[in-house]
């Protein structure tokens, strides 16, 4: 069982989008999905409204989802731990404590190739194409990861 970890600031925007999109192209008995933000004020919170609209125009549900802040122990569950942005990525590598939990975190934009954004923008103080603009670019970077995760096995 292979263990990934999305990562955002809230939990309600990005990452419950990146791991609805990435569990609709996995094998859920192969790998174990979960998502987590950097700060606590949407804990237990559902899904933004607008992420879980997108999702659904896109066919995947994530109602299911509730928000949770990322902690220390998740460097030990996960193998893998995508983060949307440089300030998750900062916040997230500053919480590990060796060299090997600061190596499973990643960008998750890193994973496409000759893309011109390195961040997934946040969309929370936008409007609805901005949820949209985040679909697509969540949607690109996880065909890849779960192609990475396909040949991994
Ligand atoms: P997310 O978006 O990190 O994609 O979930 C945000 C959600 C809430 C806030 C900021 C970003 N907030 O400041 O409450």
């Not at 109602?63 to 460097?75: H, I, K, L, M, V």
């Not at 090997?100 to 946040?122: A, N, S, W």
Request: net charge negative; glycine share 6%.
């Amino acid at each position: 069982m292979i263990k990934v970890l999305m990562v955002c600031l809230g939990n309600i925007c990005r990452s419950p989008l990146a791991e609805g999109i990435l569990r609709s192209k996995v094998d859920s008995d192969k790998i174990f999905l979960d998502s987590a933000g950097t700060g606590a004020w949407h804990v237990g919170h559902l899904p933004d409204k607008r992420s879980i609209e997108v999702a659904k125009r896109n066919g995947i549900d994530i109602t299911y989802q509730r928000a949770r802040q990322f902690s220390e122990d998740d460097f030990d569950s996960f193998d893998l731990i995508y983060v949307m942005d440089k300030e998750n990525l900062k916040a997230v590598q500053s919480m590990a404590l060796t060299k090997e939990q600061r190596d499973k975190v990643h960008l998750i934009l890193d994973v496409v190739k000759g893309t011109k954004y390195r961040e997934v923008p946040d969309p929370y103080y936008g409007g609805e194409q901005g949820f949209d603009f985040v679909f697509q670019l969540l949607n690109e970077a996880c065909d890849q990861i779960a192609n990475n995760l396909l040949n991994e096995k």
